[in-house]
C-alpha cells in the first residue's frame, strides 16, 4: 500500500503524476504525448460536462460519456485505444494506491464487446500501390516508401538500417563500403538485425527507436528495389553519425539519421493526397507506415501460397520457420522471393 503522502488529495495533478512515474518506467516520450493528449481532453471533458473537481474522482458513467462523445470523431479501433489509455491511467493509479479503484473496468468490458479492436484494412490492389509510389517523387521518400513495401519491416527497422546492413552494388556510383559479415556470401541483400533497442548503442550510435523483432533477418534486394536505392543513394547527404545510417533526413535534420516520425510524416504526407489518410480514421481507413507491412503480407503470402517464408522475411518467431529458412536461404528464399514479389513500377 503507498503510503500517506500518496494518498489522492496528496496529488495536486494526478496526470502529471502519472506521466513522471511512466517516463521513470522507461516509457519514450512520444508514448508520454500520446498518454498526455488523451489523459488532458478527458480531464477538460469531466471538468466542463460535469464540473469534476479531479480525475480522480470520476467514475464509470463519466467515463462512459467521454467514449461515447468520441464516436462522432474516431473510428472505432482509435477509440479503443484512447480508452486503453485511460483504463491504464486509472489502473496504475490504483495499484499504487492514490486512487481508491479504477472506473474504467467496466467500460473496458462494454468496449471489448462493441468495438473490433483487430480491424479489417483497406484493401489495396497492386495496381493501386502501383499508382501511389508513382506519385513520390523524392528519391528519400520513394526509397523509404518502396523498401517498406518490398521488405515489409518495420518503421522502426527501416530507421535502424546502416550503409552495413545493404550488400548492394553499386558501380554507377563511386561508393564503396563493407557490408556485415552476415552478408558475405548473400549479395543484393539487406539485413534486419533483432540488436537494436531504445536508448542502447549500437554501431557507435544511440538509438531512438527499437527493432521489434526476436530473429535477425536477411531480406532479398530485387532489381527494382535496387534502382530505387540506387537513386536515394546518388544523392545521400554526408552522414552525421558515426554509424553512417542508410536513410538521413535531408530536411531540417540534414545528414541525421531518419526518425520514425519523419517516415510517418512522409507516408501520411502522400496517402492524404491520395484520399488514404483522414484524422481520426484509425486502422480500417488510413494508410501508415504499418500498414505497409500488410499490405506486403498479404498480397506475398497470397501470391506464394508459403507462409514460411513470409514469417521468416517478417522476422516473426517460429523455430521451424528459422531453421529451415536460415538455412535454405539463397536457394529457396531467394528464388521464391523474386518470382512472387509485387512490381511496383
Same mark, same amino acid.
Given at each position: 500500500?503507498?503510503?500517506?503522502?500518496?494518498?489522492?488529495?496528496?496529488?495536486?495533478?494526478?496526470?502529471?503524476?502519472?506521466?513522471?512515474?511512466?517516463?521513470?518506467?522507461?516509457?519514450?516520450?512520444?508514448?508520454?504525448?500520446?498518454?498526455?493528449?488523451?489523459? #488532458?481532453?478527458?480531464?477538460?471533458?469531466?471538468?466542463? =460536462?460535469?464540473?469534476?473537481? &479531479? $480525475? +480522480?474522482?470520476?467514475?464509470? *458513467?463519466?467515463?462512459?460519456?467521454?467514449?461515447?462523445?468520441?464516436?462522432?470523431?474516431?473510428?472505432?479501433?482509435?477509440?479503443?485505444?484512447?480508452?486503453?489509455?485511460?483504463?491504464?491511467?486509472?489502473?496504475?493509479?490504483?495499484?499504487?494506491?492514490?486512487?481508491?479503484?479504477?472506473?474504467?473496468?467496466?467500460?473496458?468490458?462494454?468496449?471489448?464487446?462493441?468495438?473490433?479492436?483487430?480491424?479489417? #484494412?483497406?484493401?489495396?490492389?497492386?495496381?493501386?500501390? =502501383?499508382?501511389?509510389?508513382? &506519385? $513520390? +517523387?523524392?528519391?528519400?521518400? *520513394?526509397?523509404?516508401?518502396?523498401?517498406?513495401?518490398?521488405?515489409?519491416?518495420?518503421?522502426?527497422?527501416?530507421?535502424?538500417?546502416?550503409?552495413?546492413?545493404?550488400?548492394?552494388?553499386?558501380?554507377?556510383?563511386?561508393?564503396?563500403?563493407?557490408?556485415?559479415?552476415?552478408?558475405?556470401?548473400?549479395?543484393?541483400?539487406?539485413?534486419?538485425?533483432?540488436?537494436?533497442?531504445?536508448?542502447?548503442?549500437?554501431?557507435?550510435?544511440?538509438?531512438?527507436?527499437?527493432?521489434?523483432?526476436?530473429?535477425?533477418?536477411?531480406?532479398?534486394?530485387?532489381?527494382?528495389l535496387r534502382r530505387v536505392?540506387?537513386?536515394?543513394?546518388?544523392?545521400?547527404?554526408?552522414?552525421?553519425?558515426?554509424?553512417?545510417?542508410?536513410?538521413l533526413d535531408t530536411g531540417?535534420?540534414?545528414?541525421?539519421?531518419?526518425?520514425?516520425?519523419?517516415?510517418?510524416?512522409?507516408?501520411?504526407?502522400?496517402?492524404?493526397?491520395?484520399?488514404?489518410?483522414?484524422?481520426?480514421?484509425?486502422?480500417?481507413?488510413?494508410?501508415?507506415?504499418?500498414?505497409?507491412?500488410?499490405?506486403?503480407?498479404?498480397?506475398?503470402?497470397?501470391?506464394?501460397?508459403?507462409?514460411?517464408?513470409?514469417?521468416?522475411?517478417?522476422?516473426?518467431?517460429?523455430?521451424?520457420?528459422?531453421?529451415?529458412?536460415?538455412?535454405?536461404?539463397?536457394?529457396?528464399?531467394?528464388?521464391?522471393?523474386?518470382?512472387?514479389?509485387?512490381?511496383?513500377?
Amino acid at each position: 500500500m503507498a503510503s500517506s503522502a500518496d494518498a489522492p488529495d496528496a496529488i495536486e495533478d494526478p496526470i502529471a503524476y502519472f506521466l513522471d512515474d511512466q517516463r521513470y518506467h522507461g516509457k519514450s516520450e512520444r508514448t508520454l504525448e500520446a498518454y498526455e493528449r488523451v489523459l #488532458r481532453e478527458f480531464e477538460a471533458f469531466v471538468r466542463e =460536462r460535469f464540473d469534476a473537481e &479531479s $480525475v +480522480s474522482t470520476v467514475g464509470r *458513467r463519466e467515463c462512459m460519456a467521454w467514449v461515447h462523445s468520441l464516436r462522432d470523431r474516431f473510428a472505432s479501433s482509435t477509440i479503443a485505444t484512447y480508452a486503453s489509455y485511460l483504463n491504464r491511467f486509472y489502473e496504475y493509479m490504483t495499484q499504487v494506491g492514490a486512487f481508491e479503484e479504477n472506473p474504467m473496468v467496466l467500460v473496458m468490458e462494454e468496449l471489448s464487446e462493441s468495438i473490433d479492436t483487430n480491424p479489417t #484494412r483497406r484493401d489495396i490492389s497492386v495496381p493501386e500501390m =502501383r499508382e501511389f509510389v508513382g &506519385s $513520390v +517523387s523524392h528519391p528519400l521518400e *520513394r526509397a523509404a516508401v518502396v523498401t517498406l513495401l518490398k521488405t515489409g519491416m518495420r518503421v522502426g527497422e527501416l530507421c535502424n538500417l546502416d550503409l552495413r546492413d545493404c550488400h548492394l552494388a553499386v558501380p554507377e556510383l563511386d561508393l564503396e563500403w563493407t557490408p556485415r559479415v552476415q552478408l558475405e556470401r548473400r549479395p543484393a541483400s539487406l539485413f534486419v538485425s533483432s540488436e537494436p533497442a531504445r536508448g542502447q548503442t549500437i554501431n557507435g550510435e544511440k538509438r531512438t527507436a527499437s527493432n521489434k523483432r526476436e530473429r535477425e533477418t536477411v531480406i532479398p534486394v530485387d532489381d527494382e528495389l535496387r534502382r530505387v536505392l540506387l537513386e536515394w543513394l546518388a544523392i545521400r547527404p554526408d552522414p552525421l553519425s558515426p554509424a553512417d545510417p542508410l536513410f538521413l533526413d535531408t530536411g531540417d535534420g540534414w545528414g541525421e539519421r531518419l526518425e520514425p516520425a519523419d517516415v510517418q510524416y512522409i507516408v501520411e504526407k502522400h496517402a492524404r493526397e491520395r484520399g488514404w489518410y483522414r484524422t481520426g480514421g484509425g486502422a480500417t481507413e488510413n494508410v501508415t507506415p504499418h500498414y505497409f507491412r500488410h499490405f506486403f503480407t498479404t498480397h506475398l503470402r497470397d501470391r506464394t501460397g508459403d507462409r514460411g517464408i513470409v514469417k521468416y522475411l517478417r522476422g516473426d518467431v517460429a523455430d521451424d520457420v528459422i531453421d529451415t529458412y536460415t538455412h535454405d536461404w539463397g536457394d529457396r528464399v531467394r528464388s521464391v522471393y523474386e518470382r512472387h514479389i509485387y512490381s511496383l513500377h
